[in-house]
């Protein structure tokens, strides 16, 4: 999604690499490195933001890190750490590089060298992990007065051939073709359909529509990762306007006649289309239920729901510090 990035000057000093917290110029990573050869790694984005007392906090880091011990499972890579002591690592990270604004957390777990003695190939097995965490400042950087999106001719990876809800970096590729296509097309971002014509996801979020006040998204066997912000939103929805979320297939028929469609995801946050392959979404600006996720999102990543509490903070300053 390429609308009106601003916001990332630069990653900070410090990361956290094989262990332990070190310079980022000291990380030294071979060109045989076997993630760079086959695309064996996995990845998530995770934010903070500045809260109003003036620490910042975690949004939803645990369920991030969760997620990722689980794309590594898959790829057999080995994560020494639990969610929770990478939420720690995490805080002291961004405490680290003095991010006390909005920022955002790259960690990367990935498979890195033959063990002696095994032969040369793409493998799983019989080759060593690694897991390096960059942080760098970053506030919102997509319109928030809407994005032309068109429906690519790529269609989204199949769970059976490479499952998109682990976050693979090698699948990313598939989400490369996409987002080159619309972006020559003078869009700003792809949706993708899946093998069966269904809707699945945006290059790096999920899709949610409202047709005549019901509100929709695929499911999870479309294909698609289980966003964290999709169940942010979902969760915001039924407990602030009482409206349940249908998770089901998808047509792009749906979205071309859809009142609102709007984008989910981390990097992106909440993200009105006003535009689909050319055509105005509903009457081309974003519509009522779309705001109303957005100041929900917003209030809820920013710590302004005090009612509404689901455990999703941490707070950067007040974690344990690790020596
Ligand atoms: C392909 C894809 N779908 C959806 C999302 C949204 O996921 P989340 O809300 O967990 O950031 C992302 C973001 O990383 C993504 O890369």
């Known amino acids: 999604m390429s609308a009106g990035r601003t916001a990332a000057p630069g990653a900070g000093r410090w990361v956290f690499h094989d262990g332990d917290f070190m310079p980022a110029a000291d990380v030294r990573l071979s060109p045989s490195l076997q993630a760079l050869q086959y695309g064996t790694g996995v990845f998530e984005g995770i934010r903070s933001y500045a809260a109003d007392s003036g620490d910042a906090h975690l949004y939803r880091a645990h369920d991030h890190f969760t997620r990722m011990i689980g794309s590594a499972r898959l790829l057999r890579i080995a994560i020494d750490h639990s969610a929770a002591e990478l939420v720690e690592i995490a805080a002291e990270l961004l405490r680290r590089n003095g991010h006390t604004g909005d920022a955002y957390l790259r960690p990367l777990a990935y498979k890195m060298a033959l063990e002696p003695g095994v032969p040369f190939g793409v493998r799983l097995q019989g080759v060593s992990s690694a897991l390096t965490i960059v942080s760098l400042p970053m506030g919102s950087y997509t319109s928030k007065d809407g994005i032309s999106c068109g429906i690519s001719s790529w269609r989204r990876i199949p769970d059976s051939s490479l499952p998109a809800r682990a976050k693979i970096t090698g699948a990313y590729a598939n989400n490369a073709l996409a987002t080159d296509e ?96 050319g055509r105005p979404v509903g009457s081309g600006v974003p519509g009522p239920i779309t705001r109303t996720v957005m100041a929900a999102y917003d209030r809820s990543v920013r710590g302004r729901d005090p009612h509404d509490d689901q455990g999703w903070l941490t707070p950067v300053h007040s974690t344990p510090v690790l020596l």
């Open 182 to 277: 619309a972006t020559a097309a003078g869009y700003d971002d792809a949706i993708f359909l899946n093998q069966a014509g269904h809707v699945a996801e945006a290059s790096t979020a999920n899709v949610f529509l409202v047709r005549a006040g019901r509100v929709a998204t695929p499911a999870q066997d479309s294909d698609i990762l289980e966003g964290i912000t999709r169940d942010s939103v979902i969760s915001l929805l039924r407990r602030q306007t009482g409206i349940e979320v249908e998770r089901r297939t998808v047509l792009r028929s749906e979205l071309h006649t859809a009142d609102e469609i709007f984008l989910t995801g981390t990097g992106c946050e909440i993200v009105p289309v006003t535009a689909l392959d």
